[in-house]
Each structure stands twice: as C-alpha cells, then as structure tokens.
Nanobody
C-alpha cells in the first residue's frame, strides 16, 4: 500500500522559514512526478511545486524565488524549503506522487502570522 507522510509544518512569523518533508513508502518513487500542493481555508487546492524524475521543477508564480522543491530518490523523500514566508502562504500542504496513479498525503498545516 502506497503511503505519503508529511512533516515539518508549524506556526512561524512573516519572513521566517520552514522545511517540509514527505516520506513515501509502498513503492519506489524514482520515476514518479512528486510535488506539493496547498489548500487554504475557503480556497481550492493549488499547485505549489512539482519535480519530475529528471529533477525538473515547476513552481507556482506566487512562490517562485522563495520556495525550493527537491527530492532524494535513495530515501524515497521529497522536500519543500520555504523561505520568506508570508501570511498568504498559510494553508495545509499536501504531498503528491504520480505516475499511472495519483497518491496524496494527509497534509501538514503551515500557519504564517503577521
């Protein structure tokens, strides 16, 4: 059974940093597209960043230059380094893995206070 487990969320102040991690189990994710999405209260879930098997990353315009996605295939993990956090980054962040099927984590909450 494929499982994705996020960690690293929390409460921070504007301008601070957080690093999210997602550990995958149940399959080898080397050839999967991995990513992070987020959902703020009252909003739809939106893409934050994805990284394909070759390491090519795509970012939402709102996080470009502040967030960095990376992956460690040996550990079956994907990370999201978030710098210069803003209150509008407050959301539940979800880990994603996709190839033929899509898999989602349970989410980790990030709250950025002003």
């Amino acid at each position: 059974q494929v499982q994705l487990v996020e960690s690293g969320g929390g409460l921070v102040q504007t301008g601070e940093s957080l690093r999210l991690a997602c550990a995958a189990s149940g399959t080898i994710f080397t050839y999967y597209k991995l990513g992070w999405y987020r959902k703020a209260p009252g909003e739809q879930r939106e893409l934050v960043a994805t990284i394909n098997a070759a390491g090519y990353a795509v970012y939402a315009e709102s996080v470009k230059g502040r967030f960095t996605i990376s992956r460690d295939n040996a550990k079956n993990e994907v990370y999201l380094e978030m710098n210069s956090l803003k209150p509008e980054d407050t959301a539940t962040y979800y880990c994603y893995a996709g190839r033929k099927d899509d898999y989602w984590g349970q989410g980790t909450q990030v709250i950025v206070s002003s």
